[in-house]
C-alpha cells in the first residue's frame, strides 16, 4: 500500500504478508500504519520563504513596541493586509456556516477589544496631520498570534486534511481570524477619526 510523501520518512510502508486469523490481520493493519511526521520534521520543511515572513513579522511587532509617528497612508496598510488574510481565509474555507458563525463570534470579540485597547493607549493628532501612536507591547503579540494561527492553520491542512474540513476546526479558525482582523480594523479606524478631527 503506498501513502502520500511526508517530511521526514518513508513515503511507501511495507505491509505484512497475509497470515490467518486475528493475530495476523493485527499485524498487517499495524505495519500499515502511516507514521506522522515529527515537529522537527514540520519545521525542517518548511519553506525559506515562512521563516523570511517571520522575520519580517518580527521586525514590524518590534518597531510598534516604541512611539511612532505616522501618516495616515502608512497606518491604513498593514491592517489592510490582515483584512485581506482573513477574506482568503474565509473563502478556502468555502464560506461554510461553522465559518461563518465563528468569525461572526470572532468579530464581535474584536471589535469590543480593538475599543478596550484603543481607549487604554489613544491616538493624539499632531500639526503636520501625522498621527502619534503610543508603542505597546500588544501590537507584537498580535502580529505573533496571526503568523502562527496562519501557520497552523496550513500545516493541519496539509498534513490531515479531514480534520481541516471539519465544522469545529473551521469555526475555532476563522474566530481567531475574525477576531484579529476587525481588532487591527476597528482600532485603525478610531485613529482615522482622530486624524480627521
Known amino acids: 500500500m503506498t501513502y502520500p510523501d511526508l517530511p521526514g520518512r518513508e513515503g511507501r510502508v511495507k505491509t505484512a504478508a497475509p497470515t490467518a486469523g486475528r493475530r495476523g490481520a493485527a499485524q498487517n493493519g499495524e505495519s500499515t500504519k502511516m507514521q506522522q511526521p515529527s515537529f522537527l520534521d514540520i519545521l525542517t520543511h518548511t519553506p525559506g520563504w515562512v521563516w523570511g515572513a517571520l522575520l519580517l513579522v518580527l521586525v514590524i511587532g518590534v518597531r510598534r513596541m516604541q512611539d511612532r509617528d505616522v501618516t495616515v497612508s502608512r497606518l491604513v496598510v498593514f491592517p489592510l493586509i490582515v483584512a485581506g488574510l482573513a477574506l482568503s481565509g474565509l473563502a478556502s474555507a468555502g464560506f461554510g456556516a461553522a465559518t461563518l458563525e465563528g468569525f461572526v463570534l470572532g468579530m464581535v470579540a474584536g471589535g469590543a477589544a480593538g475599543v478596550a485597547l484603543e481607549r487604554r493607549n489613544a491616538a ?27 501557520y497552523v492553520t496550513t500545516v493541519v491542512s496539509t498534513l490531515d486534511p479531514a480534520t481541516a474540513a471539519s465544522a469545529g476546526f473551521q469555526l475555532v479558525t476563522a474566530l481567531v481570524s475574525g477576531f484579529f482582523c476587525t481588532m487591527m480594523l476597528v482600532r485603525t479606524g478610531l485613529r482615522l477619526r482622530v486624524a480627521m478631527a
Open 124 to 150: 493624539v493628532r499632531l500639526e503636520d496631520g501625522r498621527l502619534r501612536i503610543k508603542g505597546e507591547l500588544t501590537s507584537l503579540l498580535v502580529i505573533l498570534a496571526i503568523f502562527a494561527s496562519r
